[in-house]
């Protein structure tokens, strides 16, 4: 597993696929552990992520680092990656057809990982990996069962910076998702939060 991939990862790092690759400082191809039974997919790095080579390392990153320690659970446990692998300039969307190019090294990751639960952060990977007309507001915190993994999307911590509002939404899918990975997972990730710390 390992071996499989450093080898991907080593592939993936020299991938001139699509244009996203001229612009490009580093190939953010992911972090955490990779045999964790969860996945987290985001859209695509950021400038402070483009600069340091890791996925959720800005502002959004901490962010998302807050809503999960609120519910116990810690980014060295889970793996964490994007739809695409390269910068988009200005942090512009995507383009259809660099999501397609880039989506064949998220299927290998799937495939070597075996997840039994992905999270999607915000519309865009939401609309890759569960269906093109997710809607985050109407459909987020929402379990469904793809390919035998169970899939949820939510709101995107870049999101929830410009539109506080919809924090608390987002902290209660996350509740949901502890005890899913609580009733699903043979490993437990989760922290317990309400013990008191030893003296
Ligand atoms: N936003 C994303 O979708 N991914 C990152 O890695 C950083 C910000």
Redesign the pocket.
């Known amino acids: 597993m390992n071996d499989k991939w450093s080898d991907l990862e080593n592939e993936c790092k020299g991938c001139l696929s699509c244009q996203l690759c001229q612009t490009r400082h580093s190939v ?1 191809f992911g972090m955490g552990r990779t045999d964790s039974e969860v996945l987290f997919v ?5 400038q ?2 483009d600069e340091t080579g ?5 502002r ?2 901490q962010l998302l680092d807050k809503i999960m320690s609120g519910v116990g659970m810690y980014r060295k446990d889970i793996y ?1 990656t ?2 695409v692998k390269c910068r988009p300039p200005q942090n512009r969307d995507p383009r259809p057809e660099e999501q397609q190019q880039c989506m064949k090294w998220l299927d290998r990751q799937i495939e070597i990982m075996h997840p039994r639960i992905i999270v999607c ?2 519309r ?2 939401a609309q890759v990996l569960i269906k093109p007309d997710f809607r985050v507001t109407k459909e987020h915190g929402v379990f469904i069962k793809k390919d035998d993994i169970l899939m949820m999307g939510t709101f ?3 999101a929830l910076l410009r539109n506080p509002g919809n924090r608390p939404l987002c902290f209660e899918d996350f509740r949901l998702l502890r005890d899913k990975i609580n009733e699903l997972c043979t490993r437990s990730i989760i922290a317990d939060i309400t013990a008191q710390p030893e003296n």
């Open positions: 953010v985001g859209e695509g790095p950021g402070t992520e890791l996925p959720f390392v800005g959004a990153g964490i994007n739809i952060l915000g865009i990977s995107h911590p870049s």
